[in-house]
């Protein structure tokens, strides 16, 4: 039997809504595929899937489908931007939002067998920190928070690091600045995480830079496409693709978290 192929497992996650989450989740899997990684983006927020209506894409079949038996994963991929591949979630199907054990664990063991076609897989989480949530980052190997300058959103991300340590152990966080003006304010924005998290909390952050506030980004959105895709030029897709060079240097897991049915095992330990 081979040796699993090391699959890196990337959530992006937030804390709060509207911090600009799914945005940075579908270009940075762009970014990625264009320096020849093989990306998956998951959507992975179960209540109220977003990442097909920002890129203004169809999908005839979605995660309902793989659950129920009516479908393999791979008859679910959809092409998205850039060649990614993206992982349609059901929008506005409470069931999804409260999958049993079994489900999860069939959910997770789809991917498992993706495991030799891709590198890179993106999970893009609901905003909050439901069950749901909490069930992805544990089993994701790099956490990336996106936290922009506003008070909630830092309390928010507060919180989410606050019990991923104190419940789970996870210690390591990466965060990432978003919407800010520029690189001071996005360290600054770094900074004052940290003091809350340095005097309460056990935990390492990383800070892997800022996106700068772009109306090239609303645009886009407007025009339901990924920013890197209509305006690679802008400042945001810039500061994309420079956070895509230090993703793809970040280490490879080494076995056994580098493979997806690790991703399936800790989803699915009660």
């Not at 009516?70 to 069931?95: E, F, M, W, Y």
């Not at 909630?152 to 606050?162: E, G, N, P, Q, V």
């Not at 400042?235 to 060079?245: F, G, M, N």
Request: charged share 20%.
């Amino acid at each position: 039997m081979s040796r699993p192929h090391p699959v890196q497992v990337i959530a992006v996650s937030g804390g709060k809504g509207g911090v600009g989450k799914s945005n940075v989740a579908v270009n940075l899997g762009i970014a990625l595929a264009e320096k020849g990684r093989r990306v998956v983006l998951l959507d992975a927020d179960l209540g109220l899937a977003n990442i097909d209506v920002l890129l203004g894409i169809t999908a005839n079949r979605n995660l309902q489908d793989v659950l129920s038996g009516a479908c393999d994963l791979r008859d679910v991929l959809v092409n998205g931007p850039g060649g990614i591949k993206i992982v349609p979630a059901s929008s506005g199907t409470q069931h999804m939002t409260q999958l049993s054990t079994m489900e999860h664990a069939g959910l997770i063991n789809a991917f498992s067998e993706l495991g030799d076609q891709i590198d890179v897989l993106i999970v893009d989480t609901a905003a909050g920190i439901s069950e749901s949530v909490v069930s992805f980052l544990r089993a994701s190997q790099e956490l990336l928070l996106v936290v922009c300058d506003e008070p909630t959103s830092i309390t928010d991300a507060y919180a989410l690091i606050k019990l991923m340590n104190r419940d789970y152990g996870v210690n390591r966080f990466r965060i990432l600045a978003n919407q800010v003006r520029n690189e001071q304010e996005g360290r600054h924005l770094f900074e004052k995480l940290t003091r809350v998290t340095e005097r309460f909390l056990d935990v390492a952050l990383q800070y892997v830079g800022m996106v700068p506030f772009d109306e090239a980004v609303k645009k886009a959105v407007q025009r339901q496409r990924a920013v890197l895709e209509v305006y690679p030029r802008a400042k945001a897709s810039l500061a994309i693709k420079s956070l895509a060079d230090k993703v793809d240097a970040w280490p490879l897991p080494s076995s056994p978290r580098g493979h997806l049915e690790f991703f399936v095992e800790r989803l699915v330990e009660v």
